[in-house]
């Protein structure tokens, strides 16, 4: 990507994030940008599509309901995001609860239709931010960790920065599944089938260790 499509893409981020989003999304927003690009210099990922996954990830959050579930099922419109219009469909399958995480996939569908950002990643790593999934790979577990371990989380402390800094990327994602789960649960919130099936699947990798 050129330099100058780079930062043409992050000032239009910055401002969609202002114009769509309350003043502690954005803060959050930012923050999740932040860690997530801590995380991708330390696991070799691409840090600028952290930065703008990161940026944009919720920023549908604050939208009708109705809005953000007609934008995730246009996903389906658009031929490079198949993956995405997967992720639509599981969500259909668990209403219980995906009024709360619609806004992932919407995002995405925003992300592609009004800034024009196309990399498969972004957009897979923005639609699994809630749910996460068997398979997904280091951007979006990035993007997942980051958005539960951001340092301004009410539960995020000593031990999420240091785990941040100094864990694999497999156990801070295991670290990230077990407090979105517990918070979902304390909550009375349901809770994806994808995220216990990822949580299942590290916590066995560990268990075997
Ligand atoms: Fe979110
Ligand atoms: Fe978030």
Known sequence: MPCMAMEEIEK????????????????????????????ARRFSVDSFAARVAGLGHDLMKDRDIGYQWELARS???????EAVTAV??????EKAFADKIIHGPAAAVYLRESLGIDDK??????????????GMDKLSAII?????????RAYAGIREAEALRDDSLETLLRKALGLSIKWLNAKG????????DLYNALTMDKASE
């Open 75 to 81: 996903a389906a419109l658009h031929p490079e995001m």
């Open 189 to 196: 919130y349901g809770i994806a089938q994808s995220s216990i």
């Open 144 to 152: 997942f960790a980051a958005d539960k371990m951001e340092p301004t």
């Open 12 to 39: 239009r981020l910055l401002s969609e994030l202002e114009n769509l989003c309350k003043p502690s999304r954005q803060a959050h927003c930012r923050f999740v940008a932040e860690t997530a690009e801590f995380l």
């Open 121 to 134: 990643a972004i957009l897979m790593a923005v639609s699994l931010h809630s749910q996460a999934a068997l």
């Open 88 to 93: 639509v469909a599981t969500m259909e399958s």
